[in-house]
């Protein structure tokens, strides 16, 4: 399955995020989530880690902005994410 292009990293973790804590999923979204999974893997743990953060510190928040950074390179170069 082919992830779709979202217009914003802001749209890929909504959607990302509503299909983690989705109860249950379809085959498709199944999928879905793999490959965004997989998507987001290519970063570090501690990147992975920054971007799940919900510590609303500054030192926490500047992690945080990082990872979606660097998310979003990784997204852009795989086509995922608008550039």
């Known amino acids: 399955m082919k992830i779709p292009a979202y217009s914003s990293l802001a749209a890929f973790l909504a959607h990302y995020r509503a299909l983690k804590s989705a109860a249950s999923r379809s085959s498709n979204d199944q999928e879905l989530l793999a490959e965004m999974t997989t ?3 290519a970063l570090t743990p501690e990147t992975r880690a920054a971007l799940e953060s919900t510590d609303g510190s500054a030192n926490a928040r500047r992690h945080r902005e990082r990872a979606e950074l660097q998310l ?3 997204l852009v170069k ?3 994410v608008a550039g």
């Open 72 to 74: 979003r390179r990784e």
């Open 78 to 80: 795989r086509g995922i």
């Open 39 to 41: 998507a987001v893997g």
